[in-house]
């Protein structure tokens, strides 16, 4: 069989070869990303075949922006509330009877109107926050809510927190019935906290040695694919005990040091992200979860590494390809018009 034209990345259509090789050494769980090659006129490769000269396993994904995009609402653990310490009078609206003063909003005369504001980061309407806040009580109750999603109406003095399910505007509140009494140290993250599992707008902190999960389900505009393999990185700072992190119910290795990790999972059927703990003190920032391959290639037992090399159709439009190993095998592809 003649072979076809192969491209040359970035040196265009190869017209005197039958055959370029470029080869990638990958390093373990750390993705490779390839542009596709284009020939002298502009036209991308449409077929690309892969081989690999060590004995482990390797992913590939052509993929796109969309497909490429994090699986993680709020990676970063960002504040969705503005002012929630109420240091100033600002970032509020103030329904009759409210005032925001010495660090606090007080509302006063037993009133039934709202403290609110529009969240600081997209609230996306089905999805799962976590609100924590501090009330004094004296009179009637208070009830928070997220997205016009109405939580529990409190009537006592404490720290709350609870989980509420965002409705379909961007509108954080605070409504009383016949209430007297603060509100102060309001947080909302987009992760359900477990016990023990608080966050100071940029990190989730464990305390106390604690065996609860922190989770959340996996964002919408791009859900998760059982069987699709997906890389997720994390950075934990550890005092005690171990962390586990899931992907769609696919438990990965527990971590019981200080790093940043990289970890290859294969989704299991949920859409649930969730780190499981022992005894963990500690804290999680930077969560990130994208696509990092479709189907494992192995395209080399039993033969050498050139002997009929797994390939895929591009189309001539897909732009990268993305290429992850457990292990550290050298990668080889050829791309062809």
């Not at 947080?187 to 990190?203: I, M, N, P, Q």
């Not at 699709?228 to 992907?247: D, E, K, P």
């Not at 930077?286 to 050498?304: E, F, L, N, Y």
Request: net charge negative.
């Amino acid at each position: 069989m003649v072979a076809l034209p192969a491209y040359r990345i970035n040196a265009g259509l190869q017209s005197g070869l039958d055959n370029y090789t470029v080869a990638n050494l990958l390093a373990a769980n750390v993705p490779e990303i390839i542009t596709v090659p284009t020939d002298d006129s502009g036209i991308k490769a449409n077929y690309v075949t892969f081989g690999k000269g060590a004995a482990a396993d390797f992913f590939v994904r052509v993929y796109d922006a969309l497909t490429g995009a994090d699986r993680v609402t709020n990676s970063t653990f960002a504040e969705y509330v503005t002012n929630g310490t109420f240091a100033s009078d600002t970032g509020w609206t103030k329904g009759a009877g409210w005032t925001i003063a010495a660090g606090v909003a007080t509302a006063t005369g037993a009133i039934s109107t709202a403290l609110s504001q529009t969240s600081a980061i997209a609230l996306i309407a089905g999805y799962t926050y976590t609100i924590t806040y501090t009330v004094t009580h004296s009179a009637g109750t208070v009830t928070p809510s997220i997205g016009e999603t109405a939580g529990t109406a409190r009537s006592s003095s404490a720290t709350f927190t609870e989980t509420i399910v965002a409705g379909s505007t961007q509108i954080l509140a605070f409504t009383g019935a016949g209430f007297t009494g603060t509100i102060d140290n309001v947080s909302v993250t987009a992760w359900v906290l477990g016990t023990g599992w608080t966050t100071d707008g940029a990190t989730a902190i464990a305390t106390g040695a604690i065996s609860t999960a922190l989770s959340q389900t996996a964002n919408g505009a791009y859900p998760l694919v059982a069987g699709q393999s997906y890389l997720a990185t994390f950075i934990a700072t550890r005092s005690a005990g171990s962390i586990t992190l899931s992907v769609g119910g696919t438990a990965g290795a527990a971590r019981s040091t200080s790093s940043t990790f990289a970890e290859v999972f294969i989704a299991g059927a949920t859409q649930a992200i969730s780190f499981a703990t022992t005894g963990f003190t500690g804290t999680i920032d930077d969560v990130t979860i994208i696509p990092a391959a479709s189907t494992p290639v192995d395209a080399t037992a039993g033969q050498s590494a050139e002997q009929n090399p797994t390939g895929y159709f591009l189309n001539a439009t897909a732009s990268t390809i993305a290429l992850v190993s457990a292990g550290t095998p050298t990668i080889t592809m050829n791309f062809y018009k």
